[in-house]
């Protein structure tokens, strides 16, 4: 029986695609779905699942990709689908490989490596779900990857503020107003950071921006490929609730790598690896201003000066004063010692 | 004793604010001219996405029995008048929770109104507004369509712009003093607006539409599936995966059957096959997947799946390979690879007019830079604006900009 249980752990073997040229060419998150002009979430689908292949099933909680995409009676899912709710993105993925390897083990299906990924959104994931998640990377034992895409803010309900949402940020729930200016105080929650430092058995964690498609798609084949329960969390540029014209949805995305505010790194087995224009940024290439980045966003056109600077100097602080840069948010361990010394 | 139905289309989140001025201006109009009104959006267009047909409606009656009566129904079936604040929503509606395509006119009455924003001349837009078995009016403001964000907005006038034409059109409803006195009551409004709305008013061009006039083109529908036919647990067949193109080349994904989005776009990206370098940019970053592989190597752009967001050019690292056209420029939704590859030098005669013609290259398509609508609106108002940036700013602005 031991032998049996160790066979259905086995991942699908899905190396890294060597250059866009080499990507898979048929869609299994295809067209006709009712997101926005310019939807970056929507391209994650398309992404995650041409990385993940045929053999493999998508489990999606409550938000932009489960409502705008399954509309009455439709879907442009080619792969199996299913919508669940939506703080339980963890315990379907969980339950799901689970139920696969039962059904396996118990030889009423063809015993094969099939990929589980379930998706959530900032407020399905960060806010509601993390619950779950935070379980579902703790059972070693089940293979399933946990993507969440990150546009910032609950986008399917027209914007309203999420744990994920940028401090000072305009949305239905923070509007500037004119005795307030900012409303949102609060700094992002750091999603990816959480799930490495306090899951140590989950083996891979990884963040990913779907400007750079083709990084993006092997981190999510080396998450399916490693085993055991993953995790990656996806920047998503959102038109509609970042306020500006779709057309700079891949713009967006490139300008919060380069402005350092949204790394890319993964966590694989505990060893952090910087990869693309953030490992460009840790060597030592000067980072973009984020008023670069801010100014081109409606939910921002209320920032002072001020606000601008205040903005940089915790992006500053991220890079220069977290033990593990943009990673961590703890002190450097020398910096304790001398505290510590001091006292 | 009676009752004026309006209802407002326009894009999605672009115009959402826009919508909900005047539609609430309807309202507050109908006030100060003595009668009732109410407003409210269609709950199936909720969520909107950008760029996605939606509506809003406004009814004024004389009485508040009447307008009981009409607020009894969900939405209207019939509308006195259909103000369309973009008029790339000639070639029709296919909000979110309809199936199948909407002629702009469908709802509007015998001998109504089709009250539109445009630059363009009747006949032209006549081309795209499908025939209507009854006559109506098509009245034109000249201004551009105006869009915008969810939190930063345009200040160009559309909204007394709309108002003060509307006066016009249904003067038994809404008197034009009404209508400038609940403009300057408005938060939003202004003398200014004021002006602006009397200028509308005056300068609303109109014209007759037969019954033999418009796009004769059956709009594109399907039959909805049956509640007798929908199966346990509410699962739905997937989507096939795709062949490929011609000769085991190419590859063309099978697409979901019931929902095209040929009227969600603005623009249309206009390839020209020539200088593409086959990079594969277009393709791996277009969100709708609406990139066929051709057996060659390029990529065509299919009309069925592109909502016409401009990602494409934007990522395309040769100039003038991909650029975004008004839709406003095509009568149809043909494959531009299937015409090169039948005459590749008609083609490009018709690809360097197409995209050589600023005017037709040039759209607002929302937020861009901070200060960027003010820029904009220094000069021209009442045509709306010009727009000084539909490129990407210190990349490939320069050539699309007027």
Redesign the interface.
């Known amino acids: 029986m031991a032998d049996a249980t160790t066979f259905t752990n086995a991942t699908q073997i899905l190396e890294p695609f060597r250059g866009i040229k080499r990507v898979t060419i048929e869609e299994y998150f295809t067209s006709g779905h009712r997101t926005c002009q310019g939807c970056e979430s929507a391209l994650v689908m398309k992404l995650m699942v041409k990385a993940a292949g045929p053999r493999t099933i998508v489990l999606g909680s409550t938000g932009c990709m489960y409502v705008a995409n399954t509309t009455y009676y439709t879907t442009p899912w080619v792969v199996p689908w299913m919508h669940t709710q939506l703080g339980s993105s963890g315990s379907a993925a969980l339950g799901t490989a689970a139920g696969l390897k039962s059904l396996m083990r118990k030889g009423k299906m063809k015993a094969e490596p099939i990929n589980v990924i379930a998706f959530c959104g900032d407020g399905g994931g960060a806010d509601m779900g993390i619950g779950a998640i935070s379980a579902t990377l703790t059972h070693k034992e089940y293979n399933s990857l946990i993507l969440l895409y990150d546009n910032e803010s609950y986008a399917n309900t027209d914007i309203q503020l999420s744990g994920l949402t940028p401090y000072g940020a305009h949305t239905t729930f923070s509007p500037p107003g004119k005795v307030h200016r900012l409303i949102h105080r609060r700094w992002k929650k750091n999603m990816a950071g959480m799930m490495a430092a306090g899951h140590p058995e989950c083996r891979y964690v990884a963040t990913v921006c779907a400007s750079y498609a083709v990084e993006m798609m092997n981190k999510v084949r080396r998450a399916l490929t490693i085993g055991g329960p993953t995790f990656i969390h996806s920047l998503d540029p959102c038109p509609k609730g970042w306020d500006y014209d779709p057309m700079l949805s891949h713009e967006m995305g490139e300008l919060a790598i380069e402005t350092g505010l949204f790394p890319l790194y993964e966590v694989e087995d505990g060893v952090v690896k910087y990869y693309g224009k953030t490992k460009a940024l840790v060597d030592g290439r000067p980072r973009k201003p984020v008023r670069e980045y801010l100014l081109k966003q409606g939910r921002f056109a209320h920032f002072t000066e001020e606000d601008l600077a205040h903005f940089q100097s915790k992006v500053d602080e991220m890079w220069q004063q977290w033990e593990i840069p943009a990673v961590v948010p703890f002190r450097r361990v020398d910096a304790t010692k001398a505290a510590l010394d001091v006292k | 004793m009676a009752a004026l139905i309006v209802e407002v289309v326009y894009r ?2 672009f115009q959402k604010n826009l919508a909900a001025r005047i539609a609430r201006g309807i309202v507050l109009s109908a006030r100060k001219s003595g009668r009732w009104g109410i407003a409210f959006g269609r709950y199936g267009d ?7 047909p939606a509506k809003d409606f406004a009814i004024v009656a004389d009485t508040k029995e009447e307008l009981e009566q009409n607020m009894a129904r969900y939405e209207p079936k019939h509308t006195d008048v259909t103000i369309v604040l973009d008029d790339t929503l000639g070639k029709g509606v296919e909000s ?2 309809w ?1 199948g395509l909407q002629p702009i006119n469908k709802l509007t009455v015998a001998g109504g109104t089709v009250l539109m924003t445009s630059l363009r001349s009747f006949d032209d837009l006549l081309k795209d507004i499908h025939k209507k078995d009854e006559p109506y009016t098509l009245a034109l403001i000249r201004a551009k369509a105006s869009f ?5 907005y345009r200040e160009d006038h559309t909204e007394v712009r709309m108002l003060g034409a509307l006066a016009r059109v249904a003067p038994q409803f809404l008197t034009l003093d009404g209508v400038c006195e609940a403009i300057r009551e408005m938060e939003w409004g202004s003398d200014l607006k004021v002006a602006s709305a009397r200028k509308a008013f005056d300068r609303l061009e109109t014209r007759p539409v037969r019954i033999t006039e418009g796009n004769p083109e059956v709009p594109y529908s399907f039959e ?2 049956k509640w007798w036919e ?1 199966r346990e647990g509410v699962t ?1 067949p ?5 062949k490929p193109k011609e000769a085991g080349k190419g ?1 063309v ?9 040929y009227t ?1 776009r603005t623009m249309r990206p206009v390839i020209d096959f020539d200088t593409c370098v086959k ?3 277009c393709w ?7 990139f066929d ?1 051709m057996p060659d190597g390029t990529f065509d752009a ?1 009309m ?2 592109c ?5 494409c ?3 395309c690292p040769v100039e003038h390979c991909i650029t ?1 056209v008004n839709e406003s420029a095509f009568d149809d939704n043909a494959s531009q690879w299937e015409a090169w590859r039948r005459d590749k030098g008609a083609y490009k005669t018709w690809l360097v007019d197409t995209i050589g013609n600023k005017k037709v290259t040039v759209r607002s ?6 200060g960027q609508y003010e820029e904009e609106l220094k000069q021209d108002l009442d045509a709306g604006g010009v727009e000084i940036t539909a490129g ?1 700013p210190g990349e490939n602005a320069a050539h699309k900009t007027l």
């Open positions: 999605g989140i909720s969520p909107q996405r950008n760029g996605i979110w929770a199936y915008s964000g969810l939190w930063v909805m599936p929908m739905i997937a989507i096939p995966v795709g590859y994904p099978e697409r979901n059957p019931y929902f095209k989005k969600t990079c594969n940019l791996i970053s277009c969100p709708d997947s609406c592989v299919n069925e799946a909502c016409g967001c401009g990602v050019e934007a990522v975004m398509h929302g937020f861009r830079f901070r990407i």
